[in-house]
């Protein structure tokens, strides 16, 4: 599996963007699409991600009822809506995706297939 992230850009407090992922090769059903982040000094840790199987999505604390993650089958592609940026969002962020663990699903250690990420820049 093959990952592609775009849509990384500089933004003001308050603002909105929309990142990408593009993927090639198979996934399967006990799999899940996810969005991680990294700050720079800080771990990866994950943000949302989305179950290959039924499209059931989970979100990390801080960025609930800001983020929305989606996926367009058709397209094979897996979308991060970011509303409400603050300067805490600043980061580069990646897709990945690997297997799928309802009881934790954005722990890092599960995906095996990472994008190179793109960068998201959020000025005060």
């Known amino acids: 599996v093959q990952l592609v992230e775009s849509g990384g850009n500089l933004v003001q407090t308050g603002g909105s963007l929309r990142l990408s992922c593009a993927i090639s090769?198979?996934?399967?059903?006990?799999?899940?699409i996810g969005w991680f982040r990294q700050a720079p000094g800080e771990a990866r840790h994950g943000i949302a991600c989305i179950s290959a199987r039924d499209s059931t999505t989970y979100y990390g604390d801080a960025v609930r009822g800001r983020f929305t993650i989606s996926s367009d089958n058709a397209k094979k592609t897996v979308y991060l809506e970011m509303d409400g940026l603050t300067p805490e969002d600043t980061a580069v962020y990646y897709c990945?995706?690997?297997?799928?663990?309802?009881?934790?699903?954005?722990?890092?250690?599960?995906?095996?297939?990472w994008g190179q990420g793109t960068q998201v820049t959020v000025s005060s």
């Open positions: 990945a995706v690997g297997r799928f663990v309802k009881a934790s699903p954005l722990q890092p250690p599960w995906y095996d297939s």
């Open positions: 090769g198979r996934i399967s059903d006990g799999n899940a």
